[in-house]
């Protein structure tokens, strides 16, 4: 036996509050954390007004100086702009006030500046609000998927997240139950791949993708409820991520799928619908209940085919023969080879995705 050598680093948020007026505790969280002045408020015209005004107002009363700005896309160029601006007004903390954009510009430009940063999502849509990753868009005009640091606080207002729009918060319990391939395919990539891999991780992320599906019908537009139980599970898969120190466990072939589809189609879907339905198809070829996830995402008015994702029958079947391309590092059930077109078109075709 040779010596011990494992080495493991965790990342988590310091503090996550979720619930009905949660974004009323703002300044309390920015005091207990010891985050400091000037605070400086990344969001975009629209999250602005739905809480970027109240953050700013909420915090002024305590005391604390805003700065902000408004951004237009997550991309390089607003990266470097955020972080230029960070850097002049000397700001001591990052707030990301939106659905995914501001999110992903303040995680990394805080990164980038060497200061924290605080989630404020608006919609629940996708598990990026919790995690360390950053969905950019590239020079190519194809999303890239950066790393940067976690959150040091997310602020999940339920009042907030259950008025933004339901397909919102549909995309995001798919992003949910993609988690059920993402540790199937972990577990293959550490059976022949010798991969490093943690039992923990995959509980938590496996069960909270399980608790998503059998309660699917529970998800409702409107209801505070409803949005409480998606941002639960969202910062439930981010732990996961935190306790593997990676995406593994809640993105595996099902997102590569979707990430091939996002630089394919002419007009990609969001996010969580694409790799929801990556799930149904990455599940027949793990031979699992393929089925009983195509039923949960209908349940829950998730698309389930080409169709009902807006694209075409032919940009599925591409993005499914490339789907391996997209991180050759990450072993998964699509091998080092991909998919052939054949067993692309079969895949599609028996999964009632085409
Ligand atoms: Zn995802």
Redesign the pocket.
């Known amino acids: 036996m040779g010596a011990f050598n494992k080495y493991k680093a965790m990342e988590f948020p310091r503090c996550v509050v979720v619930g009905h007026d949660a974004l009323e505790d703002v300044a309390k969280v920015c005091t207990q954390l010891k985050l400091g002045s000037p605070v400086f408020l990344i969001q975009d015209g629209v999250t602005r007004k739905i809480a970027g005004d109240r953050v700013r107002e909420l915090l002024e009363k305590a005391m604390f100086e805003v700065r902000e700005t408004e951004i237009t896309e997550a991309d390089h160029s607003e990266i470097t702009r955020a972080q230029k601006l960070l850097a002049e007004t000397k700001a001591a903390v990052a707030f990301g006030i939106g659905g995914g954009r501001p999110i992903d510009v303040a995680k990394c430009a805080s990164f980038n500046a060497g200061i924290p940063f605080v989630s404020v999502p608006t919609a629940a849509s ?3 609000i919790v995690s360390s990753k950053a969905s950019i868009l590239g020079a190519s005009g194809k999303k890239e998927s950066v790393n940067a640091h976690c959150p040091m606080a997310v602020i999940g207002d339920t009042k907030i997240i259950a008025s933004a729009p339901h397909r919102l918060l549909v995309a995001g319990c798919a ?1 949910v139950i ?1 988690n059920s391939t993402a540790v199937l395919d972990w577990d293959l990539a550490a059976k022949l791949k010798n991969e490093y891999y943690s039992t923990s991780a995959v509980s938590l992320s496996r069960m909270t993708a399980e608790m998503m599906i059998e309660n699917a019908r529970m998800i409702r537009p409107g209801l505070e409820e409803s949005a409480w139980f998606v941002l639960k599970a969202l910062v439930s898969s981010g732990m996961a991520m935190g306790i593997a120190g990676s ?1 593994r466990p ?2 595996g072939s099902e ?1 590569m799928f ?1 990430h091939a589809l996002d630089t394919i189609a002419k007009k990609p879907a969001l ?2 619908e694409q ?1 929801g339905v990556g799930t149904i198809m990455m599940m027949y070829l793990h031979r699992g209940d393929w089925k009983g996830i195509r039923s949960a995402l209908r349940t829950l008015g998730a698309p389930t085919s080409a169709e009902e994702l807006g694209v075409a029958p032919e940009e599925v079947i591409e993005a499914l023969v490339h789907a391996h391309e997209v991180r050759p590092e990450r072993y998964t059930i699509l091998g080092e080879h991909g998919l052939s077109q054949e067993s692309a078109m079969n895949l599609a075709t028996v999964t009632k995705v085409i």
């Open positions: 996708h598990d990026g992003d993609s995406s809640a993105s997102h979707s996010h969580g790799v």
